[in-house]
């Protein structure tokens, strides 16, 4: 069963890229064949820049989603990592997170790499596992494997 805050994530998820303009593709390719998928990702610039990754004094981690697809259609060419709001995030600061992957897709996964952590979903199947990561400063990149040149973003940690 689709948890209410998964399908509100990938909703926001949906609406911030295509709100972005951000489609993967030029002015002059703004009308893709019936059958070319879209391309769109999540763009450096996009809301959701505040809030605070301090682990609280209970131990608990702040959480981020990890989505590929949309609610409505699996197999949407989006992707990009959110908030427990469900905002688009482009930056958070250094911190203890847990990482929730939102991947119902079978022809994508999520993919984030950047110093010290190296995880993805499997490109065949389903995922909605969490795991821990450290974020330390500097950039992590995370894509979509088969389709890394259309599917791909950056989230920069901060100090």
């Given at each position: 069963?689709?948890?209410?805050?998964?399908?509100?994530?990938?909703?926001?998820?949906?609406?911030?890229?295509?709100?972005?303009?951000?489609?993967?593709?030029?002015?002059?390719?703004?009308?893709?064949?019936?059958?070319?998928?879209?391309?769109?990702?999540?763009?450096?610039?996009?809301?959701?820049?505040?809030?605070?990754?301090?682990?609280?004094?209970?131990?608990?981690?702040?959480?981020?989603?990890a989505?590929?697809?949309?609610a409505?259609?699996?197999?949407?060419?989006?992707?990009?990592?959110?908030?427990?709001?469900?905002?688009?995030?482009?930056?958070?600061?250094?911190?203890?997170?847990?990482?929730t992957?939102?991947?119902?897709?079978?022809?994508?996964?999520?993919?984030?790499?950047?110093?010290?952590?190296?995880?993805?979903?499997?490109?065949?199947?389903?995922?909605?596992?969490?795991?821990?990561?450290?974020?330390?400063?500097?950039?992590?990149?995370?894509?979509?494997?088969?389709?890394?040149?259309?599917?791909?973003?950056?989230?920069?940690?901060?100090?």
């Open positions: 069963m689709i948890s209410t805050r998964s399908a509100l994530a990938t909703a926001a998820l949906v609406a911030a890229v295509l709100l972005s303009g951000c489609t993967g593709s030029s002015p002059d390719d703004a009308a893709p064949a019936a059958d070319s998928a879209p391309a769109e990702t999540a763009a450096p610039g996009a809301s959701g820049e505040t809030g605070a990754a301090e682990t609280p004094a209970d131990g608990t981690r702040t959480t981020l989603m989505v590929v697809g949309s409505d259609d699996p197999e949407a060419y989006a992707i990009g990592i959110l908030d427990e709001t469900g905002a688009l995030r482009t930056s958070v600061p250094a911190g203890d997170y847990s990482l992957f939102v991947d119902r897709s079978q022809l994508h996964n999520f993919h984030l790499m950047g110093e010290g952590v190296d995880v993805a979903t499997e490109v065949q199947g389903t995922d909605e596992s969490t795991v821990e990561v450290t974020l330390v400063a500097g950039t992590y990149e995370y894509v979509c494997d088969p389709h890394s040149g259309t599917m791909s973003g950056v989230l920069e940690v901060t100090g």
